[in-house]
């Protein structure tokens, strides 16, 4: 079996998608993404395939964006035009940093081909250069805008798979591995250890088996609203909403759909996705706003009670109102007093009830018997169904 890092890393998003992509061989829609990612490695990969330590001049390599520049998935000349101009920021930022340190590296765009116990790991590696140790270091450009957080970048296959490359390549182990990230101009350098590398092994090995078991469940992720394949997937086929902003992202043709029979055109799509996020950000703001202000509300409370009480006032003002203070019991019942009184006058059973908490501990106990719980089961009745929103972490769910 043939696996690349980007098959891999499909499956793991989402198995669904990788059967699209890579055994039907669905096409997949132009993304401006992508265009961007690859004029610029591209450009860069000009910068270094140099036989002498002779680096071009910040004129040459803009111009040379121009040549190898990826016009495809761009929503229009505007569009790309902000693109080419932060790929002319980008470019200058990496050539001021790096030009008095030019050195020939040992590959440019190096492709490889590791068989791994019957499993043929192919890809390629943006640059590898020779530190003055003596060592080898991997550099892998990034153009992602921000820092993805440190838990994907320590758990992620692209930098064990490059490490056992090298090893196989060069018979040595590299000294660093590094994520080169162009937009935020920092670079990440990580080492990888034997275990590290067992562990990718691993995960490719059950990777492969699954595939070759032909487990393709689709798998919900952050990433859909952007999946090329969105319109074919069942997961989405009854959310308008996560529809709209994949026509929004151009991963969705009008009318195509069924749910998107209802919304005609691509311009009603992108609307419905604008308003639904904008209510999406608002919502997320307020709670926060109304997180912040609890905090703020309880602290205030303290130091307002705390003076009440050592002045020992009921009351007490400020420039735009007075707030009275009094005392709130919380009570309860003593249930033998309680019964005592009430069950010679006959009101016993007439307060009684299930107490909720109680029969799910019930319920719960593994020592209840089975016959038990199912029979108090068959009691259940759905009364009203109300839903609650609360806030995801994306990252987590990545
Ligand atoms: S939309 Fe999401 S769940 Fe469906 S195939 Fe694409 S990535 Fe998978």
């Known amino acids: 079996m043939r696996l690349s890092y980007s098959a891999i890393s499909t499956y793991q998003k989402c198995p669904l998608s990788y059967k699209f992509m890579y055994v039907d061989k669905l096409p997949t829609k132009p993304s401006h993404y992508l265009s961007f990612g690859s004029s610029i490695h591209s450009a860069l990969e000009f910068f270094y395939n140099v036989e002498k330590p002779e680096p071009c001049s910040l004129e040459r390599l803009l111009e040379e964006l121009d040549n190898v520049w990826l016009n495809d998935g761009y929503e229009d000349e505007a569009h790309e035009r902000q693109y080419k101009e932060k790929g002319r920021v980008i470019l200058t930022q990496f050539y001021h940093d790096n030009v008095l340190r030019f050195a020939v590296p040992v590959a440019v765009e190096k492709r490889f081909s590791l068989d791994i116990d019957g499993v043929t790991l ?5 640059r590898i250069d020779r530190l003055s140790s003596g060592g080898i270091e991997i550099i892998d450009y990034k153009t992602n805008d921000k820092l993805p957080p440190k838990t994907k970048m320590n758990t992620d296959l692209q930098l ?3 490490h056992m490359a090298v090893e196989e390549l060069y018979g040595t182990a590299p000294q660093k591995v590094t994520f080169y990230f162009l937009v935020p101009n920092q670079k990440i350098s990580v080492r990888k250890t034997k275990n590290d590398v067992a562990k990718t092994k691993d995960t490719i090995f059950k990777v492969a088996n699954d595939i070759k078991a032909q487990k393709f469940d689709p798998f919900k992720n952050p990433l859909c609203p ?7 997937c069942p997961l989405h086929k009854d959310d308008p909403a996560i529809l709209a902003r994949a026509a929004a992202n151009g991963k969705i043709s009008a009318g195509k759909n069924q749910q998107a029979a209802t919304i005609t055109t691509i311009q009603e799509l992108k609307q419905s996705a604008t308003e639904i996020e904008k209510a999406v950000d608002e919502y997320l703001d307020l709670t926060q706003t109304i997180s912040t202000a609890r905090l703020r509300l309880n602290e205030l409370q303290s130091t307002i009670h705390d003076y009440c009480e050592a002045h020992g006032l009921a009351s007490i003002s400020g420039t735009r109102g007075k707030l009275g203070r009094k005392a709130r019991k919380t009570t309860h019942y003593n249930i033998d007093k309680l019964r005592e009184l009430l069950e010679p006058r006959g009101l016993w059973e007439k307060v009684l009830d299930v107490n909720g908490r109680l029969l799910k501990e019930l319920l719960d106990d593994k020592a209840s018997q089975g ?5 108090i089961e068959t009691a259940k009745e759905v009364e009203e169904i109300s839903y609650v929103l609360y806030v995801k972490d994306e990252l987590t769910e990545q």
């Open 122 to 126: 192919s890809g390629v590696i943006d």
């Open 160 to 162: 064990p798979i490059y």
């Open 226 to 232: 952007w999946c090329d394949f969105i319109e074919l």
């Open 371 to 375: 016959e038990l719980r199912k029979i």
